[in-house]
């Protein structure tokens, strides 16, 4: 059986590695993965043609990496099983992120070359379009961003029933009527009630 009390200590690393992880998945999923060169050797390139236009990135590991940050916060403020489905959440979102990342580095490739044709940088049959190759920074920043993303929020997932969570006083004040708490008999109910406490010198608000 597991520890509650070390089950409780694992709340703050996996919530600050589960943030950061997608903070940084965040960044990565915006900048271009790809960097594109023109057509090296005796291939001629063509005027007019903007190869770094030809860089591409993931709109959808942007955006599923946004989902996950907001999963982060939502884990933190909810509770019960809410909680957990937001967490099962997070390891769908970071598993998408994760796979749409993997698999970039062929469809992104073949993407740039055959813009590359289309816009004429590759006139020639044996000339290759462009020189492409995975970006040395944002693509390898973003699959380590994928592993630390699906590894938090698995945790999560594991560990959050134990987790503790946000007290109810933090809740709306209706629920505390909703108990059926009774109210003192002489608690003035009305602004007649009120003038009439102060009138025989009592304090209204006690």
């Known amino acids: 059986m597991a520890d509650p009390q070390r089950s409780r200590r694992t709340f703050g690393p996996v919530v600050l590695l589960g943030l950061a992880s997608a903070a940084l998945a965040a960044v990565a999923g915006t900048k271009p993965w790809l960097e594109v060169e023109p057509p090296g050797g005796e291939c001629p390139t063509v005027p007019g043609v903007d190869y770094a236009a030809l860089e591409l990135g993931s709109p959808l590991a942007g955006a599923l990496s946004l989902v996950v940050l907001a999963a982060w916060g939502v884990v933190?403020?909810?509770?019960?099983?809410f909680r957990r489905a937001v967490a099962a959440l997070a390891v769908v979102a970071s598993a998408g992120y994760l796979v749409t990342a993997i698999e970039a580095y062929s469809s992104l490739k073949d993407s740039a070359r055959r813009e590359a044709v289309e816009a004429g940088a590759a006139p020639w049959r044996d000339c290759s379009a462009v020189s492409v190759w995975m970006n040395n920074d944002w693509w390898p920043a973003a699959l380590l961003a994928g592993v630390l993303c699906v590894t938090a929020a698995v945790a999560a997932v594991v560990l959050v029933p134990s987790w503790p969570e946000m007290g109810s006083k933090y809740d709306a004040p209706a629920g505390a009527r909703a108990?059926?708490?009774?109210?003192?008999?002489?608690?003035?109910?009305?602004?007649?009630?009120?003038?009439?406490a102060l009138d025989e010198g009592r304090d209204p608000t006690a």
């Open 179 to 196: 108990t059926g708490e009774a109210r003192p008999t002489d608690a003035p109910e009305s602004n007649i009630d009120i003038w009439k």
């Open 76 to 81: 933190l403020v909810s509770r019960g099983r």
